[in-house]
């Protein structure tokens, strides 16, 4: 079994990038915050825009938000995660109303990709650290922005992004056969819609609960594992 050093470092690199994007944000100004949500809500809608063209059926796309979105409804999963969030910000002391929107907005944005599966996958099955490491900077960079706008709940999600990676990388071997390029594309693609998703949030064009959508993302692989 290979030793997650990857996830390690990953989530080592979103809590550095946090930290520094904490205090960085508290000397911001309202308006610099103002066009920092703006510059993340459009970056994050390109990056998204470039995993969704990914998906070989658009009809399977639809189907997995469709099918997904009502299951995370009718468990309540935003209202659940809201409940855990305010607990653990209770724990914290924080008083900062974005702290649960900051959470997960980054961990969808850090968990979910290309880079995440493969990276892992190659550490897990090939120890090889590459595509992880390079992932590193990337999510680093990204929560200093994140974290300057939405605050102490970025860095917080290094916890979530350590376990996922981390599972990954230790069960590499055994989800390999289930993992074709196919079923990554569509998962991929499925994500990049969650991407958009976070985007539009932070222009503040609506507010989509994207928690309650997270269901989607096993509707995809199982749709996929069966019709491609």
């Not at 059926?57 to 809201?82: D, N, Q, T």
């Not at 990709?113 to 990204?142: C, H, N, P």
Request: charged share 10%; aromatic share 8%.
């Amino acid at each position: 079994m290979v030793f997650p050093l990857g996830p390690l470092v990953n989530a080592a690199a979103v809590i550095a990038g946090g930290l520094i994007g904490l205090a960085l944000g508290a000397r911001l100004p309202e308006r610099m915050r103002a066009i920092v949500f703006q510059g993340l809500g459009l970056c994050t809608l390109v990056i998204g825009m470039q995993m969704a063209f990914k998906t070989a059926s658009p009809v399977m796309l639809i189907f997995s938000i469709l099918l997904g979105g009502l299951c995370g409804e009718a468990l309540k999963l935003e209202e659940r995660f809201m409940r855990l969030s305010d607990r653990l910000k209770k724990r914290l002391r924080s008083g900062n109303p974005l702290f649960t929107e900051g959470l997960v907005n980054a961990t969808v944005l850090f968990c979910i990709g290309a880079m995440s599966f493969l990276g892992s996958f190659d550490e897990g099955l090939r120890g090889d650290r590459t595509i992880v490491y390079s992932k590193s900077v990337m999510d680093g960079f990204s929560a200093i922005a994140l974290a300057s706008a939405y605050g102490l709940g970025v860095p917080l999600a290094a916890i979530p992004l350590l376990l996922y990676q981390g599972l990954l990388v230790i069960f590499a071997g055994l989800l390999q056969p289930w993992l074709g390029p196919a079923l990554l594309n569509e998962v991929t693609a499925l994500g990049g819609l969650l991407v958009i998703g976070i985007g539009l949030n932070l222009l503040n064009l609506t507010q989509i609960r994207l928690t309650n959508i997270l269901p989607a993302l096993p509707v995809a692989a199982g749709l996929a594992q069966i019709f491609l």
